[in-house]
């Protein structure tokens, strides 16, 4: 099957600009997950959708960080305005049932973001 | 509030022998534990896991333990392979809540 691809790989913006990521998830997994990985820590979640409802949003900055599953599929995490503690890996992942427990998550390759 | 934590950083093996990865965590509602391992540049991907009824998950060369009175984990791999080094996360969680990752502890298998 294949995997949880992502886009951009890479991307650099100078701090007060917004950037957005793009995930498709593996087929018929209904829960998506945007996890941020900043150096040296351990991925944290920042929001995850069932289907197209958001399950868990709490560790989201709202102010600054949106993301959306249209349709149920496909999801956009953005960054508007983006500041230099923004500089991170983010991670999509996706999984077939709600709840680590139900299944594994399965981990795209992430957009390493860097804010100058 | 660090609540799974892995206090090794890094951790270096010579081929063939052991390697233990070691997790603790401080949430006593954490029943589901996982295990994942980094390349560089990938994503995490999944490993091994056990629930909290039970104390060993043995999978091929990784095996689990967990001890819940202690609250650790602690992953085994035998014998070490040169394509064993990479970052890896504990993860833990209760039921239908988000998983909690540890900083990771980055392994080196030697020649």
């Known amino acids: 099957e294949a995997g949880v691809a992502q886009s951009p790989r890479y991307k650099i913006i100078e701090k007060r600009q917004s950037v957005a990521f793009w995930c498709n998830p593996i087929?018929?997994?209904?829960?998506l997950y945007w996890y941020q990985q900043i150096l040296g820590q351990g991925p944290k979640l920042l929001i995850q959708?069932?289907?197209?409802?958001?399950?868990?949003d709490s560790q989201l900055p709202k102010d600054r960080f949106s993301a959306e599953r249209l349709k149920g599929v496909d999801s956009t995490l953005k960054i508007q305005p983006a500041k230099l503690e923004d500089s991170a890996v983010y991670l999509c992942?996706?999984?077939?049932?709600?709840?680590?427990?139900?299944?594994?998550?399965?981990f795209g390759n992430g957009t390493r973001l860097t804010v100058t | 509030d660090q609540q799974v934590k892995q206090n090794s950083p890094s951790l270096s093996v010579q081929e063939g022998r052991i390697s233990i990865l070691n997790c603790d965590y401080t949430?006593?509602?954490?029943?589901?534990f996982l295990w994942y391992k980094k390349y560089p540049a990938e994503g995490p991907t999944f490993l091994i896991s056990?629930?909290?009824?039970?104390d060993k998950n043995e999978d091929g060369r990784f095996t689990v333990f967990l001890n819940k009175s202690a609250k650790h984990l602690s992953l085994h791999i035998v014998p070490s392979q040169p394509g064993d080094s990479a970052v890896y996360f504990c993860?833990?969680?209760?039921?239908?809540?988000?998983?909690?990752f540890g900083t990771g502890t980055r392994l080196q298998v030697t020649l």
């Open positions: 949430n006593s509602m954490f029943d589901y």
């Open positions: 056990i629930s909290s009824i039970k």
């Open positions: 992942a996706s999984s077939l049932a709600l709840g680590a427990t139900g299944s594994p998550l399965h």
């Open positions: 993860a833990a969680t209760t039921t239908e809540t988000k998983l909690t």
């Open positions: 087929s018929g997994h209904a829960t």
């Open positions: 959708f069932q289907n197209n409802g958001v399950v868990d």
